[in-house]
Every structure is written in structure tokens, then in C-alpha cells.
């Protein structure tokens, strides 16, 4: 079982609908999860870091459940430049700084 | 403010060559990590440094791939010999998390490598 999973997509919705994308992860232990996008040919830049509380920005909506070890995103509005790759991102664990990427779902968004 | 700066960006090389690429991490930082990353297998972490020093290298594929932090502003990832299936996107990520109090890292461009 690979550490994080997630859907590869694509997912290909027209401008302005509402996507979602989900994520597990199997190390309990993780304590930060984040929400990184690739462009195509492109390096991963942080969209936004998950907490349990559920965090929003903007058309962005990320939500935590860790008794599922679950992490979603929501994108609301979607706008062609949103067409990207989203990794789903989270910790080891331990003190190292180190993390693990999920293999992405890549979205494209159409007029 | 620079990012991470790589170089360099694309590197195509024959079977059998040394391969080094470069990375200068974002300046205060104190975490440098080498990843690759392929459509089979996504993004790999290969080894990261701490201060400097090398933490966990268990994902550097195999004695071929080596590398080096030699002080806090460059690290090389370097490949000898190389081989068609090191082809991939490697990418030098930084990041300074008691700091930043956050595990975030930056990334930088990427150096495409083919070996034909």
C-alpha cells in the first residue's frame, strides 16, 4: 500500500463547477499534511497547509480527518488556470522535516 | 527574494557519463532534500541533508548516485556512470521548518535529465 493515495484523474469539469479531490494516508503519525500544485513541467509549489479544523482560501477548502487519516480539497469556481496537478502531501512523522507525495490528480478545467 | 536555484536545467547525456547537477537553497535554510521524479513512480525523496550533513539516504537508488553538501549555500547530486533509466526530472527542495515553524518546502525548477 503506498503511503498516500490518490486518484490520478484526470478530472476534466467545465469553468465555474465545483471539484473535489481526496487523499489517505497510512502513517498515523503524520502531523503536518499540505496541499502542493504542479503545472506541467513545472516544479510543486504549495497551494495551502491542512489543519484539522478545516482551512479556507479563498475558492480553496481543505479538510482533515484524522480517525480516517483522510485529507480533501475543494475547489469551488474552478478557473481554467486551476488545470494542474494536485499532490497531496504529508509528514513522516518524525523530526526530520521529511515528507511524502502523494502521486497526484491532475485537473483539467474547460470553457 | 531567489528561490532554490538549480542548474543545470536540462542536461542530455550518452549512456556511461558522469552526470552532476547543482543546488543552491534558499538562503537561512537548514533542510535540503534531492528528489526525482518519473510518470511511473511520481515524486521520490533520495536524500536530504541537515546542516549540511547528510540524515537518510535509503532512497539514493543505488552506488551510482552519490551526493554532497559541502557548505550551506550548494549540493550536488551527481550520477557515474549514468543510464537511460536515471532519465527523469530532479528537483532540489529547501526548507527551514523551527523557523518557518512549518514543514513546507520550496522547490526549485528542476533539472530534466536524458541519457541516451
Known amino acids: 500500500r503506498k503511503e498516500v493515495e490518490q486518484d490520478p484523474g484526470p478530472f476534466n469539469v467545465p469553468e465555474g463547477a465545483t471539484v473535489a479531490f481526496n487523499c489517505t494516508y497510512s502513517?498515523?503519525?503524520?502531523?503536518?499534511f499540505f496541499w502542493y500544485r504542479q503545472d506541467c513541467r513545472k516544479e510543486p509549489k504549495l497551494l495551502m497547509s491542512?489543519?484539522?479544523s478545516g482551512n479556507e482560501d479563498g475558492r480553496f477548502t481543505a479538510q482533515l480527518n484524522r480517525a480516517s487519516q483522510y485529507i480533501s480539497l475543494l475547489i469551488r469556481d474552478s478557473k481554467l488556470s486551476d488545470s494542474a496537478t494536485y499532490l497531496c502531501?504529508?509528514?513522516?512523522?518524525?523530526?526530520?522535516?521529511?515528507?511524502?507525495f502523494g502521486g497526484g490528480t491532475r485537473l483539467m478545467v474547460k470553457p | 527574494d531567489a528561490g532554490v536555484i538549480q542548474s543545470p536545467r536540462h542536461e542530455v547525456t550518452e549512456m556511461g557519463q558522469e552526470v552532476t547537477l547543482r543546488c543552491k537553497p534558499i538562503?537561512?535554510?537548514?533542510?535540503l532534500f534531492w528528489y526525482r521524479q518519473t510518470m511511473m513512480r511520481g515524486l521520490e525523496l533520495l536524500i536530504y541533508?541537515?546542516?549540511?550533513?547528510?540524515?537518510?539516504d535509503s532512497g539514493m537508488p543505488e552506488d551510482r548516485f552519490s551526493a554532497k553538501m559541502p557548505n550551506a549555500s550548494f549540493s550536488t547530486l551527481k550520477i557515474q556512470p549514468s543510464e537511460p533509466r536515471d532519465s527523469a526530472v530532479y528537483f532540489c527542495?529547501?526548507?527551514?521548518?523551527?523557523?518557518?515553524?512549518?514543514?513546507?518546502?520550496?522547490f526549485g525548477p528542476g533539472t530534466r535529465l536524458t541519457v541516451l
Open positions: 527542495a529547501s526548507s527551514s521548518p523551527l523557523a518557518d515553524n512549518t514543514d513546507t518546502q520550496y
Open positions: 502513517n498515523s503519525a503524520s502531523q503536518s
Open positions: 491542512v489543519y484539522s
Open positions: 502531501v504529508v509528514n513522516r512523522g518524525n523530526a526530520g522535516n521529511m515528507l511524502t
Open positions: 538562503s537561512g535554510h537548514d533542510y
Open positions: 541533508f541537515n546542516n549540511n550533513v547528510p540524515i537518510d
